[in-house]
């Protein structure tokens, strides 16, 4: 006899991975992608603050 499996079948629990040693390089590593991360999402800020570039938004014809 065959059985019915109604719905979808729950996916398999992965096992909690231990917290990783990090040695002097690779904390060097993190920081540094860190402080970019934080960098560059200061720039975007400050991008969306001035709005678009050149300041006269659409270039119109002079034809009326």
């Known amino acids: ?3 019915k499996q109604g719905g979808k079948a729950k ?6 991975s ?6 002097e390089v690779d904390m060097a590593n993190i920081q540094k992608k860190k402080d970019e ?4 999402k200061e720039l975007k800020a400050k991008a969306q603050q001035k709005g678009s ?5 659409l270039k119109k014809s002079g034809k009326k």
């Open 1 to 3: 006899m065959s059985t």
């Open 11 to 16: 996916p398999l629990k992965k096992p909690k």
């Open 18 to 23: 231990d917290k990783k040693e990090y040695d």
């Open 37 to 40: 991360e934080k960098a560059l």
């Open 53 to 57: 570039f050149g300041g006269s938004g």
